[in-house]
């Protein structure tokens, strides 16, 4: 049966010894979220858990790997943590009730990126979309079932972007902070605009175990007592009111917008 910290934090009363533990993630680059094939810098989850450890006496290992391999691992008991997870995420190896989960760790926002050309087109005029292998383009399925949208998996978002930037396809469908680290490494991908007329919407990211129940909730009592710890970590990486940001979005399209009307208007 699912059950999700909250209610664990009120069922146990425990102090989780100091221990060895692994947490796996996705095996490609996720940065700022999470990149734990980096051998320096593995992101903002790596950092809240590095600060947990060194607050309990921990210790952990970070592995990435495909992410079907992280269920069967997850249920076998070999990976402790699984980061990110969410309950309505769905895979053919485990299901969300043999799961436990943390609280919500960040929030991050699932976008579209087109060029300017394409900025404020509708929907319709996408034809060809770019997407990390592994991710879900549920908003577009309907789009893709009746032919009218050809999806390209890519390996990373990188690529992803990479082929918006060459324009072999009309947009990427790509997380905001990922990009915004990316284009910041590659300027002369930009510029590239997140369109809210176009499928957006803020992700919930939480951690998962089978066999930790108690580690998971200690790990939330941790960042529910150090709310100024989290805060300055998610300042560094930059993922910082994930709400707020999606409503910047919205507020350039409807100022976009009303001078484009204005235009047409006195012409």
């Known amino acids: 049966m699912r059950v999700l910290l909250s209610s664990l934090l009120v ?7 100091a221990d060895k533990f692994i947490v796996a993630s996705q095996n490609l680059s996720y940065y700022p979220h999470y990149d734990f094939r980096s051998p320096v810098d593995k992101g903002l989850v790596w950092a809240i858990l590095e600060a947990y450890a ?16 992280l269920q069967k691992e997850v249920l076998k008991g070999s990976v402790d943590l699984i980061y990110p997870d969410h309950p309505t995420w ?6 969300a009730e043999q799961k436990i989960f943390s609280s919500i760790i960040t929030t991050t926002i699932a976008g579209t990126l087109v060029k300017p050309h394409q900025y404020r087109k509708p929907i319709e005029s996408i034809k060809e979309l770019s997407i990390p292998l592994g991710f879900s383009p549920l908003y577009w399925e309907p789009r893709i079932s009746n032919g009218q949208l050809r999806l390209i998996s890519t390996n990373d978002s990188i690529t992803a972007l990479e082929l918006l ?34 499928p957006i919407k803020e992700i919930e990211f939480m951690f998962s175990t089978v066999s ?26 930059g993922i910082v009111n994930p709400t707020q940001t999606l409503e910047t979005i919205k507020e350039a399209a409807r100022a976009y917008d009303e001078t484009h009307h204005l235009n047409d208007f006195a012409q």
């Open 54 to 69: 060194h607050d309990r006496g921990h210790e952990f290992k970070y592995l990435s790997m495909p992410v079907l391999r």
């Open 212 to 237: 930790n129940p108690e580690l998971v909730a200690d790990i939330d009592l941790f960042i529910q007592q150090n709310p100024q710890v989290i805060s300055e970590l998610k300042l560094r990486y």
């Open 90 to 95: 769905t895979n053919p190896i485990s299901t």
């Open 11 to 17: 069922l146990f009363s425990f102090t989780v010894n």
């Open 165 to 198: 930037h060459l324009g072999r396809s009309d947009a990427a469908d790509c997380d905001y902070y990922v990009a915004q680290h990316l284009l910041s490494l590659y300027p002369n991908f930009q510029p590239m605009l997140f369109d809210p007329g176009l």
